[in-house]
């Protein structure tokens, strides 16, 4: 599936994608989770369609965070230093944005994507690494999701302030729509108001100025929960932007309770909005009952996630899946031992992985489970460890269990790194009867290893706060199902005993642990677990229509795809 580029104006050919983050490598800590990942398999997505879409981002020289596990899961954090002219090519223009009065220049590296059918998207990493700036200023694109508010709220100018003059300077002269990946680069609208400004106050910025950045702007919320959406003092606001930026936001009623919110600076100036998920699309419009709010549920890159035994099988079975990944659908005919070879082959990757990692030898026999999360108290990554004697007679009387587990705590979530140390707990009260890996330093390519390699892929979030989920999606490229809680993209991936199975039943009600614990457990001893071990036939055809169901749909040529009908090509620059 290659897209047709005549669709677009000839004299409007560019979507600008912003995101704070952006995962392309795991040698580029550019991205510290879901967010980042999925602006990546968006852009790889776009290069694959032949789409003409140019993405912005921040570099981060220091990235998120390198993380260090003692023998009791407790966290510590480096620096994630790396090289930008390693990988990336540094551009000539330079921009300059104002920063709580003074001018701070920025410069721009550039990483090309090259598609499956050759195609280039272009991503552009802005940094203000420059001598000619303030130490302070130099410092602004180091850290990812570093800092107090003054820093990130200076990082979200550079993002869309400088954002926008860096495309300008590049040449982007005219953009068909600019699509905001999450509220961080809200301030490019600002961008393009005082581009309507010509040059005047934005105090003479008219409706029909309104109209024409809201034409062209494009928002995806991800959060599903208010406290998660960015908010700053509006002292600090005018301190950062100014007078006159900050009197305009406040006319532009962007600002409550003395606090400037950039969920609510995209919403009021974007055109098309949308949540990640059907049942987040949901949550979103009873968050912001005054906005129109679509669904276009995440999807996932096929050919980054799906590992080298399953893309070789597709090969032979499905050859046309790279092009068009709905081909996916047709792996239903794949035989079924095919099936459990190129997963047993994709597990053997998995174990050598955990091993060179940890030191530790997985038993390649021993049903694996995959939990590998952020690590936030949300996520509850614990929940399978609720009732240990339970987990730990299922192992002994059924078949032995193993469960790998990642996931990085952010520095200043408690709660998070409280988890790891449970979780730690938990491996060692369990060491006789279930072997319990946690790995650090979780990244895209150990990613890629669990997804493919586990054999049930476990998702126990608290509802309704997944907003959407993708790592249950990448499990399904390669044939793992999903036992997960019922919530995010999981209530549409979900055919019990088909795709996967939940926990507990009913995805309308609030969590409760003690109810969803006990029916995993109850999944586990009396359906999973012996399927496994006793009817392998039968796993493996839940294993196959995972793949021919979810993968076939949860991917993200579909995505792109969507925003591309519902969203880009409904916006139009004035």
Known sequence: MVFDASAFPKDTLTVAYFSMEIGLEAAMPTYSGGLGILAGDSVKAAADLGLPVVAVTLLHRKGYLRQHLDCYGNQTESEAVWSPQDRLELMTPRVIVNIAGRKVEVQAWRYLVRGEFGHTVPVYFLDTALPVNAPYDQSLTDWLYGGDDCYRLSQQVVLGLGGVAMLRALGYQRVQSYHMNEGHSALLSLALFEEQAWGRSLSDVNGDATDAVQKRCVFTTHTPVPAGHDGFNFDLVRHVLGNERSDFLKRARCCTNGSLNMTTIALNFSRYINGVSMRHNEISRNMFPDHVIDAVTNGVHAGEWTSRPFKALYD?????????????????????????????????????????????????????????????????????????????????????????????????????????????????????????????????????????????????????????????????????????????????GHMEGVTGWSVDEDWHCASDSCNESQSLYDKLERIIVPMYYRQPGDFAKIMRSAISVNGSYFNAQRMVMQYLQNAYLRVGVS
């Open 316 to 492: 032979r079975y499905v050859p046309e899946w790279r092009r068009d990944n709905l081909y996916l659908r047709y792996a239903i005919s794949i035989p079924l031992q095919e099936i459990l070879q190129a997963h047993a082959e994709a597990k053997r990757d998995l174990i050598a992985e955990v091993e060179r990692r940890s030191g530790i030898r997985l038993d390649p026999a021993a049903m694996t489970i995959g939990i590998a999360r952020r690590a936030t108290a949300y996520k509850r990554s614990d929940l399978l460890f609720h009732d240990p004697d339970r987990l730990r007679a299922i192992s002994r009387k059924i078949g032995p269990l193993q469960v790998l587990c990642a996931g990085k705590a952010h520095p200043r979530d408690g709660g998070g790194r409280d988890l790891i140390r449970r979780i730690f707990q938990a491996a060692s009260d369990l060491a006789d009867d279930v072997t319990v890996v946690y790995l650090e330093e979780y990244d895209m390519d150990l990613g890629r290893a669990m997804c493919s390699g586990v054999d049930i892929w476990l998702n126990t979030p608290q509802k309704p706060y997944e907003a959407s989920g993708t790592s249950g999606m990448k499990a399904a490229l390669n044939g793992v199902p999903s036992l997960s809680v019922l919530d995010g993209w999981w209530i549409e």
